[in-house]
């Protein structure tokens, strides 16, 4: 009932879900990060598009599964206030 | 080989078979078995619109002419849906509270309800979407043409043009039905078509089993597993990576700004969003979708390059790789493919922007075409839905129509990249609304304004070529010789790729022009309620006050209402909001909170702008009060809390106080009748008494009476005899169904014949009143025939003696709800005057001192008490033209029969 006045420590499960909330945030973050990361390797050897296209889709399936665990523990665990 | 006339069948095979689901679906939801409608994974699959035929076929092209860039356009997608909880959950959560119907709705509510906003994201979207449709049709059109030449070498020219005209018609025609029939079936007040969204579920998963099944064999059937295709990548002539880092960024932006600002994404995401627990599944699943559909498209590519012929044209490989190897079957479903998923495109978009041109175009005008009258007269829901109806229409010949013109000769990617940043233009405006409160409507305008002129300058008009509206000249050269302006190099930088060059020059201005323009105006009050409420959704929860109250008439709103949202749920929406004021009946107080209620369900239906528009014409506008004023301006919390605490406890304290004052003002009310009754049943008592006396004395006295003076007197006694029994008869009924005694006599009965009987009865009074019936009425129940005619009956004679039209009609017409039976009785007369409702039902209560009447104002009492021992409820039902009164059994009595 009061938003303004919340405790200064949270139980250790608020607190949890909060650094879910913010893990889940960060997530595209880190996706941007290593979707960009190729570009800087010029080209060569390294510059192959098979090579790459196997990074990319590695770090693609990566960050579903990361997603995934993420979201399933964020919606189990949703309380009543989630002002989050 | 597959024979041509084979692929046709199996497509209109197909096209029945989306016909069935979208109908089965669409009966389950209205029958109220949503159960698997409404699950996490019709949700996601809804959301693979956004892979269109660009996907399907123009991927694989893509790939064929430049490597994996191709990827960028679903790895924006994955970004955006991997951060749902910060960016998808807000924008859910403001669709659902603020009922916004699309995404014009949604940037027009934010900024005060402006109509200018509404108009111009309107424009935007039809323009950028209409080649788009066109694309679509040109891609079914061409895989048609893959089959009718029947040979591996593509060359659409060789195909007769008129035919694929034809082909192009015919897909117009059929989608324009579609969407028409499950588009439009009803103006639902949440914008759910889950005929429609079963239907695309159900291509969606076509799609992507075709696009597998393809990749499937040409990895293990055509090469010799992933370490040849492997090999064969390397060897190929897209094995070096081609992608420059700013068209990298650029298209990764582009593709992450279209998941949220395409309409018809906007459209699944947000408007037909059931529950918000369903983006938790979908921002794992759809990325995977996408995942899936893109692993096969680098493998095609090559193989395709490999094995057909120079000059074959890449954006069809999916279809002719298998052909090449023979494959007719595996051909044949990756064609229903690519047709599932440019229909599911087409459709989804068409409804999108029929709801936006309806909501932000035609009701405005119309509004003004009929101003005043609008809220009175006409069904506003029929003008909503034809208005939709004929913007489809008018959208899918708007694309055949470019699809004619553009002579369809363009690569897939080049026309969809035309039409993302065309729609990312929305982005400043959107994010800025629902994360800085600061953002107005002038800074909106001016974005969304010089945005969408620089697209227009830089990327549509170049694409067509060289054309009257963009010659040659003023490509080359820039417009009047000003070299500095050249659409493709403004500033004379000409080194940028076009595309990004148009996307960075049209988003900076945008964003620029958003930001200054926000800054440097001050915002309507309206439009700060607004901008508080999208911004910190989750703090307040609940929406705008934006209406002074009391001006309005309950009446009138529920007249309005009903116009828009139809008759039952109207009804259902005003009872429940008096209910909860603890009121009974149909007409809740007129409180700011409930026009805000019924503001924001009637913007369910027709858009936000519209319903302000609609209410403000009742009401005589919308003031927003100096509390709201602080509502906004008040950061601290710890006063918002204070405010929000007084704020609950007075509201509460009016509720009471307006209960007291009703209950005041009933008693009293009653007491003076009780009086006025005490002495009119005297005087009732009184006149056949004293008659009854002085002509019994008569008889007693004269020996000189005639036989004929003797009989008329003896019948006038009995007469009046009998006219005491009745009143006494009366009061009789009335105190034995009060005090609980008294049996039921209830068996099965059929409702028509109870109503039968009641006419039969009042029939027989040399009645002047017509009655009329609906045939709805063959219903069977468990009741108390005798002491339900009873109720009709005095109904029925009620409108008989007191409806005071010239042609008095009585109308019968039955309902069947869930849970009741409704029986409505509507007359044509003046109706029953507002303060006198709430006493009608009271014993003793007359409304008019006629003694013509000649009743003791008891009928009405004797119906409620009789209603209530069956279970059911009798009420006055307000905003029918007369009086009406609604009977409502209960159907658990109609089930036991």
Same mark, same amino acid.
């Given at each position: 009932m009061s938003p303004a006045a919340g405790p200064v420590y949270l139980e250790r499960r608020s607190y949890r879900r909060r650094r879910l909330a913010d893990a889940a945030r960060l997530l595209p973050v880190l996706g941007t990060g290593l979707f960009a990361f190729p570009l800087l390797w010029g080209g060569g050897a390294a510059g192959s598009t098979a090579l790459r296209g196997l990074y990319l889709f590695a770090v693609w399936g990566a960050l579903i599964l990361a997603g995934g665990l993420i979201s399933r523990r964020l919606v189990r665990s949703e309380p009543s206030d989630d002002s989050g | 080989m597959l024979s041509f006339n084979l692929l046709v069948t199996f497509c209109l095979g197909y096209v029945a078979l989306l016909f069935v689901v979208a109908f089965v679906a669409e009966k389950r939801a209205q029958a109220g078995r949503l159960g698997w409608l409404r699950s996490p994974w019709i949700y996601t699959l809804s959301l693979s619109i956004y892979c269109t035929a660009w996907t399907f076929y123009g991927a694989v092209g893509y790939a064929a002419r430049s490597g994996l860039e191709f990827v960028t356009i679903y790895l924006g997608p994955t970004l955006v849906m991997l951060g749902w909880w910060a960016l998808l959950r807000k924008l859910v959560r403001i669709g659902r509270s603020q009922r916004i119907t699309s995404i014009a709705d949604l940037i027009s509510s934010r900024y005060g309800k402006s109509n200018l906003l509404g108009v111009l994201v309107t424009l935007l979207a039809v323009v950028g979407t209409t080649p788009y449709i066109a694309l679509q049709l040109q891609s079914v059109t061409l895989s048609f043409a893959v089959f009718a030449r029947d040979t591996h070498v593509i060359a659409p020219e060789a195909w007769a043009f008129s035919d694929l005209n034809a082909t192009a018609l015919w897909v117009a025609a059929g989608l324009a039905l579609f969407t028409v029939i499950f588009g439009t079936r009803n103006l639902d007040v949440n914008e759910r078509h889950h005929g429609v969204v079963t239907a695309i579920a159900l291509e969606a998963v076509v799609k992507l089993v075709a696009l597998l099944t393809v990749g499937i064999f040409v990895v293990w059937g055509a090469a010799a597993g992933p370490a040849d295709i492997f090999a064969r990548i390397e060897a190929s002539p897209i094995a070096q990576w081609q992608t420059g880092g700013g068209r990298w960024v650029t298209l990764t932006f582009l593709s992450a700004a279209a998941l949220i600002c395409l309409p018809r994404m906007f459209h699944v995401m947000v408007v037909e969003n059931a529950d918000e627990r369903h983006l938790a599944t979908a921002s794992w699943a759809f990325p995977l979708y996408l995942f899936l559909m893109s692993l096969f498209v680098v493998p095609i590519a090559v193989v395709g390059l490999d094995v057909l012929p120079e000059g074959a044209n890449p954006d069809l490989f999916v279809l002719t790789v298998p052909l090449a190897y023979d494959r007719g079957a595996l051909a044949m479903l990756s064609f229903l493919g690519g047709f599932s998923s440019a229909t599911s495109m087409v459709i989804v978009a068409a409804i999108a922007l029929s709801t936006m041109v309806s909501n932000h175009i035609v009701m405005p005008i119309w509004l003004n075409a009929v101003r005043g009258r609008a809220t009175f007269s006409g069904d506003v829901r029929k003008v909503v839905l034809r208005s939709r109806r004929l913007s489809i229409a008018g959208l899918l010949v708007l694309g055949y129509l470019y699809y004619r013109v553009s002579g369809g000769g363009e690569a897939l990617a080049a026309i969809g990249l035309i039409s993302f940043t065309g729609l990312a233009q929305v982005l400043p405006a959107l994010l800025g609304g629902i994360f800085w409160r600061g953002a107005t409507r002038m800074g909106a305008a001016a974005g969304l304004g010089l945005g969408f002129a620089i697209w227009i300058y830089t990327m549509l008009l170049p694409g067509f070529g060289e054309t009257v509206l963009m010659p040659a000249q003023v490509l080359a050269d820039g417009p009047w010789g000003a070299g500095w302006l050249r659409p493709q190099a403004l500033f004379g930088i000409g080194t940028m790729d076009p595309v990004v060059h148009a996307v960075f020059w049209s988003m900076s201005v945008n964003t620029v022009a958003f930001v200054l323009g926000s800054l440097l105006s001050f915002p309507s009050p309206l439009e700060r309620l607004q901008g508080a409420d999208f911004v910190n959704i989750y703090r307040y929860g609940a929406g705008t006050r934006g209406w002074a109250s009391h001006l309005a008439e309950a009446e009138d709103l529920l007249v309005m209402a009903q116009r828009i949202l139809g008759a039952a749920e109207a009804q259902a929406l005003f009872q429940d909001a008096a209910a909860r004021q603890g009121k009974q009946g149909y007409l809740p107080d007129v409180t700011p909170e409930f026009l805000d209620r019924l503001e924001r369900e009637l913007a369910g239906s027709v858009g936000a702008a519209t319903a302000h528009a609609m209410l403000g014409q009742i009401t005589g506008g919308a003031a927003v009060s100096v509390e709201e004023l602080m509502r906004v301006a008040d950061e601290t919390a710890q006063i918002m809390e204070y405010s929000s605490q007084l704020e609950a406890k007075s509201a509460e304290l009016g509720r009471t106080a307006r209960q007291l004052r009703d209950a005041n003002e009933k008693l009293t009310q009653l007491s003076v009748q009780k009086d006025a009754f005490l002495s009119q049943i005297s005087h009732e008592l009184r006149t056949p008494m004293t008659s009854i006396r002085s002509f019994s004395e008569i008889l007693r006295d004269g020996e000189r009476i005639g036989p004929d003076d003797r009989a008329r007197y003896s019948s006038i006694i009995h007469d009046e005899a009998q006219r005491l029994t009745r009143l006494l008869d009366d009061l009789l009924d009335l105190s034995v169904l009060e005090s609980g005694q008294g049996a039921l006599n209830e068996q099965p009965a059929s409702l028509h014949d109870i109503v039968d009987r009641a006419l039969a009865v009042t029939a027989g009074r040399g009645a002047r009143l017509r009655v009329e019936r609906d045939g709805n009425d063959r219903i069977a129940l468990q009741t108390d025939p005798d002491r339900l005619a009873q109720v009709f009956i005095n109904l029925i004679a009620n409108a008989e003696k007191y409806c005071d039209a010239a042609a008095p009609v009585l109308r019968i017409s039955v309902r069947e709800g869930p849970g009741a039976v409704s029986i409505d009785f509507a007359d044509n +007369? #003046?109706? %029953?005057p507002k303060d006198s409702q709430a006493v %009608? @039902?009271?014993? @003793?209560? !007359?409304? #008019?001192?006629? !003694? $013509?009447? +000649? +009743? $003791? +104002?008891l009928g009405l009492a004797i119906c409620r008490e009789i209603m209530t021992r069956l279970g059911g409820q009798i009420g006055y039902l307000p905003g029918q033209g007369g009086a009406a009164f609604r009977v409502t059994l209960p159907r658990r009595a109609a089930d036991a029969a």
């Open positions: - | +007369g #003046s109706g %029953i %009608i @039902f009271e014993k @003793f209560s !007359r409304l #008019s001192d006629t !003694r $013509a009447a +000649g +009743g $003791a +104002g």
